[in-house]
């Protein structure tokens, strides 16, 4: 009983750790779709992780319902469809990684409408011209072809005196950079994730061994 109570106790442990991930990811997704606006690839990167942490959730009712009633059924079935996931997320998260610098690319294209709309409303830019200390879409030069001085948030300190206070980096390479570092995490994360969901698969066959031990002690 001992033994059966211990495993209980990891399951809980690793299934909390899993929920939170589960949750960073499908928040993460969620983010990204109704903050930016995404074309396609962006969409099914966003999808992606959403798509990672709700299939943890979903699988994890099995494993609580069968840790709390001691139920062979509901963890049996918790331990297929885990190995069926683990399957399917390991693919997704396969793609995410691979897939990072394409998604980060099309993520970063909303910097270019904003650009079009910093051509016709000045100032548009200023959000990601302050954020990244950068200049332009791709340069300070892009100011100049539009025929205009580039602004004060494209010198340091907004110092326009001096011109070697001139950023001569543009947005577009930081704002993807962004995207590249940010996407790595998340994958990082979604492989932890697979990787806590596997340590948990082995211990729902304990905690399923355990159950079985447990009843047929009970007949004799």
């Known amino acids: 009983m001992a033994s059966k109570s ?3 106790r990891f399951i809980y442990i690793f299934d909390i750790l899993c929920i939170l991930l589960a949750s960073v990811l499908i928040g993460f997704g969620a983010y990204v779709i109704c903050t930016n ?3 396609e690839i962006g969409t099914m990167g966003a999808y992606g992780y959403i798509a990672i942490g709700v299939a943890t959730f979903v699988v994890f009712i099995f494993l609580n319902v069968g840790a709390m ?5 509901c963890t049996v079935t918790f331990i297929v469809l885990m190995v069926l996931i683990i399957f399917a997320q390991g693919v997704v ?7 990072r610098e394409s998604v980060a690319s099309n993520l970063a294209n909303e910097l270019d409408a904003t650009w079009e709309k910093e051509l016709k409303n000045h100032g548009a ?3 990601y011209e302050n954020w990244f200390d950068c200049c332009g879409r791709a340069s300070p030069q892009d100011y ?4 205009r001085l580039p602004p004060p948030t494209c010198f340091v300190g907004h110092d326009i005196s001096l011109p070697e206070n001139l ?4 947005c577009r390479i930081k704002f993807e950079d962004y995207w590249l570092e940010l996407l790595g995490i998340f994958n990082i994360l979604a492989c932890v994730l697979i990787g806590l969901e596997l ?3 082995f211990i729902a066959c304990c905690l399923c061994v355990s159950i079985r031990n447990e009843r047929r002690r009970s007949y004799y």
Not at 93 to 99: E, H, S, T, V
Not at 144 to 147: L, S
Not at 167 to 170: A, K, P, Y
């Open 144 to 147: 100049i072809v539009a025929g």
């Open 6 to 8: 211990a495993v209980k």
């Open 93 to 99: 998260a396969f793609f995410m990684i691979a897939g």
């Open 167 to 170: 950023i001569e980096s543009g």
């Open 125 to 127: 830019m200023s959000i």
């Open 69 to 73: 009633r001691d139920n062979v059924c």
């Open 37 to 39: 606006e995404t074309n």
């Open 199 to 201: 340590i948990l698969s």
